[in-house]
């Protein structure tokens, strides 16, 4: 019997290229999703062997949808598929309960080996981004994001994008006072005041890149 798979990436191109690719391996795709609340709703309703999720879709997002698929499943193999090339992301996703995190970069061979690894229960980091994750955990470097929560850490992510509370609210079902309260504990853990600190330090620790 093949393993199933949940494809979840807001472009229908890369979920394209995604299922010619599992199907060729021999795996089988069960649903595809283009948001987070969808990816979700269609995990509950397959329970696939494995979900491969992307961290930026429309809505709740990657991370938030980890979250709620593991609350229903703390045993649910999610592999990340993201195109942010930060080991601040890998680390996110893994203490979020991730089983891997793979950069959408790599080439398809590197896709299909942590497609495998995580499958059979182990765990998968794209390798750079692991040796990124040792060198800092070696050095000591003292890194404030790390104080975050899994839902402060995506409603810092998205102040720092320059979204508003009622943007970053609605999405994520939560209330405007609820966004608010999530704002002043992300600033009194991270030591800062203004909305342009937040985005230095979302820049100085990869999360966001200055053009953006």
Known sequence: M???????????????????????????VVAEAASGERAVALWQE????????????????GLEALQRILTRDPN??????????????????????????????????????????????????????????????????????NLLSPREFEVFRRIAEGRSLTDIATPLNIGYKTAANIQTHVRQKLDVQTTGQLVHLAIRYGILQPHE
């Open 2 to 28: 093949s393993y199933s798979i949940l494809l979840a990436d807001d472009h229908a191109v890369v979920r394209q290229g995604l299922h010619t690719l599992l199907e060729m391996a021999g795996y089988r």
């Open 46 to 61: 397959h329970r696939p062997d494995l979900t491969l999720l992307d961290l930026d879709m429309p809505g709740i997002g």
């Open 76 to 145: 649910a193999r999610v592999l990340i598929f993201s195109m942010h090339d930060d080991h601040i992301y890998a680390s996110r996703s893994m203490q979020a309960g991730a089983r891997g995190y793979i950069v959408k970069t790599e080439a398809p061979e590197n896709m299909l080996e942590a497609v495998h690894k995580v499958m059979r229960g182990g765990c998968y980091i794209t390798h750079h981004l692991a040796q990124q994750l040792a060198m800092s955990r070696v050095s000591g470097m003292d890194d404030p994001i």
